[in-house]
């Protein structure tokens, strides 16, 4: 039987045996090894602890989202019937706070937008009031104060239903409707 560098055999006694000490570098590296363990630990238990705190906001506000996204579909299907499609006749937006509807809007109303200066944050927020059918006006107003770019996203739902359509990369022409 030959020494194998890792282990050693004791004298005569077979089945005997024991590891060569541990290099500086072995055991330096076992404690980082630790260290890195605990601090792991640390910060799964910390996250655990938050995750837990919030649980029951969070289900809270998955309750009143899916309560209102009951009554929102509703109002969407009552606005499909009185305008027309969304998507063809109507825009809806959804938002963290709920969900928006924009209504077309008619040749002149665009025509005069278009030549305002659209980039105007008073022209958009004019603009898509003008054609805003659901929420409420108070709703949509506390909807903007919370999410200022929400008139953005209505006065882009406005130009794709007057009949702007982006560049098609397939094509290369511009596709109105």
Known sequence: MGQDDSTYRTAGIPGTQFEAPKTEEEIRREALQ???????????????????????????????????????????????????????????????????????????????FADKNKTSQ????????????????????????TLPGLIGRCCDALIWLAGWRQREQTEGKFETS
Do not use: C
């Open 34 to 112: 630790a260290k890195l363990d605990e601090a792991r630990a640390a910060r799964e238990a910390a996250e655990d602890k938050r995750t837990r705190r919030f649980e029951l906001d969070d289900l809270q506000r998955e309750i009143e989202r899916e309560a209102r996204a009951a009554e929102e579909i509703e109002k969407l299907e009552e606005l499909e019937v009185e305008h027309g499609r969304v998507g063809i006749h109507i825009w809806r937006i959804d938002t963290s706070m709920g969900m928006v509807v924009m209504g077309r809007p008619t040749p002149a109303k665009y025509r005069g």
């Open 122 to 145: 008073n022209a958009q927020e004019q603009f898509a009031r003008e054609f805003l059918l659901y929420p409420d006006k108070q709703r949509f107003n506390a909807m903007v104060s």
